[in-house]
DNA sequence: GTCTATAATGAGATAGAC
DNA sequence: GTCTATCTCATTATAGAC
């Protein structure tokens, strides 16, 4: 987006604003070393602009927070909804199949990460990150309970796709695959490690080339059960 | 384990060492807020101890931290590795199932985390939140390289059960079970508001059951596309 | 091994000039 | 909207008495 942005416009034009510097620097940092782990001096030495604009611009720090995450979150959400929206027109009448639906709820964020941009990517680990922490910082509870109604609407056609599967084991899968989308997400890189590089963390493409028939046969197996 | 102490053993022997009573707080405060989310004072307070006696004991923060882990690292990774010998031992001879290994790769982890006491719980929460979190921290490296053996003996082993699957697809068999289990072991208690209640993250026995066949399931069937 | 006291640094926030 | 300077407080770490 940047680079077509400097090619495309007078230099004049060209700047990114003081806020988005402060928002891209705060998204990289906290998605690298947490909410704590960076003072506000980190972040505005990193977008390059005084301290004091990040309090002048956001407010405290929470809410400098708050903005970044804010920032990305209509997007991402509306797009796994929209996601959901195709493979259900695409099915014509009927459920999607499971297959599809795994593939509709990965597809938009592992798209995100791997061709969105530098932005991006760190939004979705910062996203990682919160989702796999407990909610005793009180700040972070709004940012994941926005997630909950996409993936209520998911667990609902899952449900559907699999009418005999008990409400309870269609959740119970729906939570294995969060799992592995939340750490899939981290790019932690322990997985080429443990590999040999047999397996590359940052190459979501082959990632949901097996997710998707790996955890449609898990949701087959426990709908098998009931 | 507290209470039984107490009521089993005479008075001068009840009491936690100071630096157990420091390990036990540090454990704790940073499973919920990450490193540095947490000062050496919030440490020494809830542990009921003066604050220099963090620095006395263990040294700088970083070094704490290293102490935290250490404590109980090499009791469950060789509880893990115990788990994968006596799955092979009740195989007698031939390999054991993809079932019989998810679940012994699985269960000593959720058995401390669900009967280990109040301890446990703490640090494998704190286990799942380093296993989600880059190597940006230097420090965080070693803890996690500590679970390589134990990822590479399971996956040995997962290779042996599936003598059909190329090397790849075990490792992306192997990589998205670790993401279900470090999601499952942060227990954010998200699965409980998003399924009413039907699932509830604390309950690994009910985990466990669906887990076993969800992902032997998955195994096959990514071992069925080589 | 423990406690009091303090040094040195970095933190968040903001007042006021431009 | 930006920059300089500063206030106030919390932090890590440690020295020195007990």
Known sequence: MEIADL??????????????KILDAAEELFAERGYYGVSIRDITRHAGVELALANYHFGPKEELFRHVIARRAEDNSSRQMASLSRAIAAADGRPPSVEALVRAFCEPMFERTMRGGPGWKHYLQLLSHTANTRQSHGFLAPMNERYDPVVEAYTDAFKRALPAASARNVHYSVFFLQGAIVYALAETGAINRQSGDLVDASDFDAILDRMVPYFAAGFYALAGRD
């Not at 495309?8 to 988005?20: A, G, H, I, N, W």
């Open 7 to 20: 090619e495309r416009r007078p230099p004049e034009e060209t700047k990114v604003s003081t806020k988005d």
